[in-house]
């Protein structure tokens, strides 16, 4: 067995800290990595691993055993343009014996061809050899950056050492959603326009950009959130049913809707919360949004005149992101009260906090008149197992370790995407500013007489 290292280039950024340590140490936990397996954190800062594991371990919110951590994991430090540097970090790995090398840029896409060109030349990773590049979203800031550092790393990598990550995928009620659509006739066959009236894709959050302006700032939340995740919804939801359920047949029928979905310029609302311009390495007179709704279409048969709505920002009343599906109300027999029509068949696919579906339909109130109510059917995922239901991260890294391809991002699906994007803020340059959700529904409501909450 080839001794395994992930090499994890932001050893001091957020993403590291927030979920890449925790879901390491959770893997190590359930006994999902080799025993030998190294984790080298690559930074630009002087520390030695003992510093640097002091470091991560303020920052780490979790609990978790530091050490077992620590006998797995090195801090290296290293310049990213300083050749000498690479030399060094190959000699490491290669006195260390690992011979099956993941190397994991957790920073932004502006440092990704230089890096990529660094390995290359070191021969940490050799193009056409079983060694792996995984590359964080955003994949570019725009098309035309994205285009430019596939085209780069193409000289250097195969398409199948290069990993493209948008942990969104990785999560288990994400993955669930063809479940839910395929393995349910009576969802399949009713998923089309004659049924569904809209379909609602949010992902709001209540924290703020926090230390993450400087990244943050260049980049706002259609390029964030809405290039990415909620894309990605939107065509897990959307697709037709695929030829099999193959990585690459599934990642066709995606593609097939980011080719048909067309943002409606005239739909589109971004907001900025007051005090972001305050936020450490933000522009005092930065305009990128951290708000952003909009209404798109997909001009394919199954989906004509079926708004798809996306709701997505910081700062915000809840953590909340899920999928909502309204049916049409029917031509009713029955004299349904107010609440009952307002509800009636929603189907939430609930991605977190809380995971799992719910669908809500009509009955009849218990007693002797004949009144109509909504009730629900609450399907909870993670009360099913016995543990946590795994995060996003670590059912990557696991796929990442077992070279299982399925959840990463085809280059196809990022370019569709920022197509899809790429004049969104020239198309709104407006920007609503707001104190808290509240005042942002009511800005929407009396500006673009929308009600977020009753779409
Ligand atoms: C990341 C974004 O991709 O997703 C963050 O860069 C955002 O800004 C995060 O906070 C949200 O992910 P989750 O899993 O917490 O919903």
């Known amino acids: 067995m080839n001794k395994q290292a992930f090499v994890v280039f932001g050893a001091t950024g957020n993403l590291m800290y927030k979920k890449l340590i925790p879901a390491l140490d959770s893997l190590l936990q359930q006994g999902k990595l080799e025993e030998d397996v190294l984790i080298y954190a690559v930074g630009r800062k002087e520390h030695d691993t003992k510093e640097y594991l002091a470091l991560a ?3 780490v919110k979790q609990d978790m055993d530091w050490d077992r951590l620590a006998e797995h994991l090195r801090y290296f430090h290293l310049e990213a343009d300083e050749p000498d540097d690479y030399d060094a970090l190959f000699d490491e790995l290669a ?9 994991y840029l957790a920073l932004p896409p502006q440092l990704f061809p230089v890096i990529a060109r660094r390995i290359s030349a070191s021969g940490l990773i050799k193009k056409g050899d079983t060694n792996r590049i995984v590359f964080e979203k955003p994949f570019g800031e725009d098309l035309a950056t994205a285009k430019d550092i596939n085209q780069e790393l193409w000289r250097y990598f195969d398409e199948s050492q290069i990993y493209r990550i948008d942990h969104y995928l990785g999560k288990d009620m994400i993955q669930n959603i063809l479940v839910v659509r ?13 049924t569904i009236r809209s379909v609602v894709i949010v992902a709001k959050e209540d924290e703020s950009v ?23 919804m939107a065509s897990l939801v959307a697709m037709r049913k695929p030829a099999s359920f193959s990585s690459e047949a599934i990642k066709d029928a995606k593609i097939e809707v980011f080719e ?78 107010e609440d009952a029509q307002r509800n009636q068949n929603r189907l939430v696919i609930k991605v977190s906090p809380d995971d799992g579906v719910e669908f809500t339909f009509n009955v009849k109130q218990p007693g002797l008149d004949n009144v109509i109510t909504t009730a ?26 077992r070279q299982n391809r399925t959840l990463f991002t085809r280059w196809d699906e990022i370019e569709a995407t920022w197509h899809i994007v790429e004049h969104m803020t020239r198309d709104c340059e407006e920007l609503l500013f707001y104190d808290d959700y509240e005042d942002l529904h009511h800005q929407i409501q009396q500006r673009n007489g929308v009600d977020l909450d009753d779409l």
């Not at 395929?182 to 004659?194: D, M, S, V």
């Not at 926090?210 to 939340?221: E, H, T």
């Open 57 to 59: 371990k303020r920052a």
């Open 95 to 103: 006195a260390s014996d690992c011979t099956d090398i993941m190397v």
């Open 182 to 194: 395929f393995g349910n006739r009576i969802f399949e066959h009713t998923w089309n326009h004659r």
């Open 210 to 232: 926090m230390q993450r302006g400087g990244y943050y700032d260049s980049i706002g939340a259609i390029k964030d959130m809405l290039q990415s995740h909620l894309l990605q």
């Open 260 to 337: 048909h979905l067309r943002i409606v310029p005239e739909s589109m609302v971004r907001g900025q919360y007051r005090g972001y311009r305050d936020a450490d390495k933000v522009a005092k007179d930065s305009t990128t949004e951290t708000f952003v709704f909009c209404e798109a279409s997909i001009e394919l048969d199954k989906w004509k005149d079926v708004p798809f709505y996306f709701i997505t920002g910081k700062h915000l009343d809840e953590k909340r992101s899920e999928i909502i599906l309204h049916f049409h109300d029917d031509e009713s027999l029955f004299d349904l009260q």
């Open 376 to 401: 629900g059917l609450d399907y909870c995922h993670s009360c099913l197992s016995m543990q946590n239901t795994p995060e996003a991260y670590e059912k990557l890294l696991l796929d990442l370790s």
